[in-house]
T-cell receptor
């Protein structure tokens, strides 16, 4: 099974709302990622969790708050977002490769977020 | 950081045609991955190919790491091949992927 699942598929929220995106994988991968993708652009890395610890934060605003409750789950908590945060949010997972490198990344279907 | 350039940026094919997509990168890499993003946004990993040649059905890929490029070959294209093809590399000394801007492919019947 090479599936990464994400919920919800679509989300519309106001600038004062608090919401969460969820990601789950059961491939035993120990690295999980959040990416943000704007239309007609490549995915941009936001966060990396390795063995359930935040290992990379690409200078993401604090209105995005990641959480890794266990090795299979990854959440992204959203609060006080701006309209420019509207995008496709993608979760991915991978094994760790040799000497800490990344292995094949498997992506979920994404959550399309609209901030009004 | 590493630069990843993909060409062509856009490609329109008739069903059944063959095509070659190119990815150039500016520094040494640990690995290189090719992805296909379908029109609904799903990113599918096609190849993990730090060097050499791999084949999967109508798709094949070749990476020449010493010359810092990779090629993705699509043979006998089908309308379901439409979408955006991304090349992504992991630069030596890093543990994250840097994506190119992609090649948008449209296969018409």
């Amino acid at each position: 099974d090479t599936e990464v699942t994400q919920t919800p598929k679509h989300l519309v929220m106001g600038m004062t709302n608090k919401k969460s995106l969820k990601c789950e994988q059961h491939m035993g991968h120990r690295a999980m990622y959040w990416y943000k993708q704007k239309a007609k652009k490549p995915p941009e890395l936001m966060f990396v969790y390795s063995y359930e610890k935040l290992s990379i934060n690409e200078s993401v605003p604090s209105r995005f708050s990641p959480e890794c409750p266990n090795s299979s789950l990854l959440n992204l908590h959203l609060h006080a977002l701006q309209p420019e945060d509207s995008a496709l949010y993608l979760c991915a997972s991978s094994q760790e490769g040799v000497a800490g490198t990344t292995d094949t990344q498997y992506f979920g279907p994404g959550t399309r977020l609209t901030v009004l | 950081g590493i630069q990843v350039e993909q060409s062509p940026p856009d490609l329109i094919l008739q069903e059944g045609a063959n095509s070659t997509l190119r990815c150039n990168f500016s520094d040494s890499v640990n690995n290189l991955q090719w992805f296909h993003q379908n029109p609904w946004g799903q990113l599918i990993n096609l190849f993990y190919i730090p060097s050499g040649t791999k084949q999967n059905g109508r798709l094949s890929a070749t990476t020449v790491a010493t010359e810092r490029y990779s090629l993705l070959y699509i043979s006998s294209s089908q309308t379901t091949d439409s979408g955006v093809y991304f090349c992504a590399v992991e630069q030596v000394g890093y543990s994250t992927l840097t994506f190119g801007k992609g090649t948008m492919l449209l296969v018409s019947p």
